[in-house]
């Protein structure tokens, strides 16, 4: 039985009506995708009847008007079945959105949040570019003040679901002298604005749905409420989304973490091997319990973390500490979840291959090991 959340009944109710739905209603859909690499029109409708859609934004904006905790169990339990579904909830509900939440205009607000609430638009959030990775205050993507509103310059890449996006938050220079102290802006940059380019799509190790775009602004022109925010603010607006968006991956992180380690305690239950079963052999135990143990651990520092956080409280480093930690906890746990599966762990489309790879976007995306590292050591050394 894993730690409870808050351990409120409300939200145990809640975790119990998730998972119903995620085995019921997601999982064929999950074994669909793995078969044919395509999401089916249907998988966003099964999301938005459940109200898993917009969870975050307030109601008056279109939203659930859910705290971090319940979203992120939410997160949890739809990540047991496919990534893809967490990303639905994160274009709907993410780093996007929830800045164009908290720093939009009313007009901004109308204009986006129910479309992106009820899934019929999709965010992205353009922050990397090729020169501009691990140190995101190095990009070079320049918006210069025009008649009118501002003309934007330059490239990013490894832009989620950026192709199919019909709004992205771009981070670009606005005044190179001051940095990402006041030098740097948000824009709202919608599709079809002329010189906006998608040049590439990228695949990844990830599965077939996961796909990166490269972006190309050239000459861009939007006009003055595109900028999200003030001018200036656009450093601190993206790391203010990452800062939960951390919680939102460390949750997909448990939730995968947790459905291979029953993966694997079913399949040892079954698998003989020289007469016996691999449950009762003590190399396969270990690795079950270390898992077991693991997961409890990222669970613990996960859920008092988000209870800092909707209680209003300055979570500090500790995000970073979630996110390392869980991160690096699932690809440990997938990583033995498919030794213990052997040759079935490693059969391209079956769920245990599919997570294996899936998680290790996890250690590198929103801020890679490294990066937390830094912080919690910059937290450490201030
Ligand atoms: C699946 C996926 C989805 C993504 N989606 C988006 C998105 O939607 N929007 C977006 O803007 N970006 C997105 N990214 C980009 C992601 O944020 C970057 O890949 C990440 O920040 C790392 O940057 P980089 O790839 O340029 O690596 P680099 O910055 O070149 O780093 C390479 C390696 O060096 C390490 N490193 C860097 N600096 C240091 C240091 N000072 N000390 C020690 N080690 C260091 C890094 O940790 C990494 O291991 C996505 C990436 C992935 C994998």
Redesign the pocket.
């Known amino acids: 039985m894993p730690l409870e959340l808050n351990c409120t009944p409300e939200l145990g109710h809640l975790r119990s009506t998730v998972r119903r739905f995620v085995r019921d209603r997601l999982e064929p859909i999950a074994l669909a995708i793995d078969a044919t690499g395509q999401v089916p029109d249907h998988a966003i409708a099964e999301m938005r009847g459940q109200g898993y859609l917009g969870m975050r934004l307030p109601p008056e904006q279109g939203g659930g008007g859910f705290d971090l905790s319940t979203y992120c169990l939410v997160m949890e339990e739809v990540a047991r079945s496919h990534r893809v579904f967490t990303l639905m909830m994160d274009a709907s509900s993410g780093?996007t959105p929830i800045a164009i939440s908290r720093f939009g205009t009313p007009a901004q607000q109308d204009k986006y949040l129910r479309k992106l609430a009820d899934g019929s638009w999709i965010a992205?959030?353009?922050?990397?570019e090729?020169g501009?990775?691990?140190?995101?205050a190095a990009i070079r993507t320049l918006a210069q003040p025009c008649e009118g509103g501002w003309r934007i310059h330059g490239v990013?890449?490894?832009?989620?679901?950026?192709h199919r996006a019909q709004v992205i938050m771009v981070?670009a220079r606005t005044d190179p002298a001051k940095g990402a102290k006041g030098g740097i802006t948000a824009f709202l940059v919608e599709r079809g604005t002329p010189g906006f380019h998608v040049d590439r799509v990228d695949k990844?190790i990830?599965s077939d749905p996961?796909e990166?775009a490269e972006l190309r602004f050239d000459d861009c022109f939007v006009p003055h409420d595109a900028v999200l925010g003030q001018v200036g603010q656009g450093f601190a607006i993206a790391m203010s989304s990452l800062t939960s968006g951390r919680m939102g991956v460390s949750s997909a992180c448990i939730g995968t973490a947790d459905r291979l380690l029953e993966l694997a305690v079913e399949h040892v239950k079954v698998r003989s091997t020289f007469g016996q079963l691999l449950a009762d052999r003590q190399a396969i135990q270990w690795m079950l319990a270390d898992s077991a143990t693991e997961l409890a651990h990222a669970r613990s520092l996960a859920y008092e973390t988000l209870r800092r956080i909707d209680a209003g409280q300055d979570p500090g480093p500790a995000t970073s500490m979630v996110k390392l930690y869980c991160s690096e906890m699932a690809g440990r746990v997938a990583d033995r979840a498919v030794q213990i599966f052997g040759g079935a762990g490693l059969i391209r489309g079956v769920p245990v291959e599919r997570f294996y790879r899936d998680v290790r976007?996890y250690r590198?995306?929103?801020?890679?090991?490294?990066?937390q590292?830094?912080l919690i050591a910059r937290d450490l050394l201030k």
Do not use: C, N, Q, W
């Not at 501009?132 to 995101?136: I, R």
């Not at 990013?156 to 950026?162: D, E, L, N, R």
């Open positions: 780093l992205a959030f353009g922050l990397t090729p501009a990775g691990s140190d995101a990013k890449h490894y832009i989620s679901g950026a981070i990844t990830g996961i990166l976007h590198v995306g929103e801020g890679s090991s490294e990066v590292r830094m």
